[in-house]
């Protein structure tokens, strides 16, 4: 398995417009970080993205993690490195048209990532994956 970070997209609720992101990290840091951004390029405003994230959960193996909400767009996690993989959980609200964020409906879904993935702190240079879920068939 890689050692960076795989992302699930679900398209969790197509009617409550939201997504359901797993990240998987396989090696995670003693004292795991992650965030979202607050400003894009491109775009000459502060970005709440965060304030669209909802029932964040931690878990690392059968056990479940505590968050620990840093700021308003940054969380920390401690984890036990050689207990395996930690996985992060969480939706994210998306009924926004812009380019700059996310949209889900019946109709279309679309998102910018640096609107719904959390990043990995210290996992910056290595391979991201990204796996979409619940597509129509």
Request: some cysteine; proline content about 6%.
């Amino acid at each position: 398995m890689a050692s960076g970070p795989h992302y699930r997209i679900e398209l969790a609720d197509r009617s409550a417009h939201r997504y359901r992101v797993t990240l998987t990290l396989p090696q995670p840091a003693a004292d795991q970080q992650f965030s979202l951004p607050v400003w894009i390029p491109g775009s000459y405003l502060v970005r709440e993205f965060a304030k669209h994230l909802s029932g964040l959960t931690a878990r690392q193996g059968a056990r479940a993690l505590a968050l620990e909400q840093l700021d308003k767009a940054s969380w920390r996690v401690d984890c036990a490195p050689d207990d395996g993989a930690l996985t992060i959980s969480y939706d994210v609200y998306a009924f926004d048209a812009s380019v700059r964020t996310a949209w889900l409906d019946d109709q279309r879904a679309f998102f910018n990532p640096s609107s719904l993935c959390l990043r990995a702190h210290g996992f910056e240079g290595e391979t991201h994956q990204v796996e979409l879920a619940g597509l129509p068939g």
